[in-house]
């Protein structure tokens, strides 16, 4: 497991070697994005999406901690 993956980005021909970090990165196959807000939207999602595309993984889960069950706070996200 790694924390807080530089996640690199490429644009038309100008690399930057960190233009992300993935709070979580298991096993090189799964992201875990961690968030503590009063509700996940768009955005958060847009950010996993992104991040999935970047890294040719899979599947990711996205955690928000401000919630009364974590079970409710856990999003899957699979490609």
Do not use: W
Request: glycine share 2%; proline share 3%; aromatic share 6%.
């Amino acid at each position: 497991m790694e924390k807080q993956k530089p996640l690199p980005l490429v644009y038309n021909e100008v690399r930057l070697e960190v233009g992300y970090r993935i709070d979580l990165m298991v096993e090189n196959q799964v992201i875990v994005e961690i968030k503590s807000v009063e509700l996940l939207n768009e955005v958060h999602l847009a950010q996993v999406l992104t991040y999935l595309r970047l890294s040719d993984c899979k599947l990711a889960l996205l955690v928000n901690f401000n919630v009364l069950h974590l079970k409710n706070g856990i999003k899957r996200i699979i490609l």
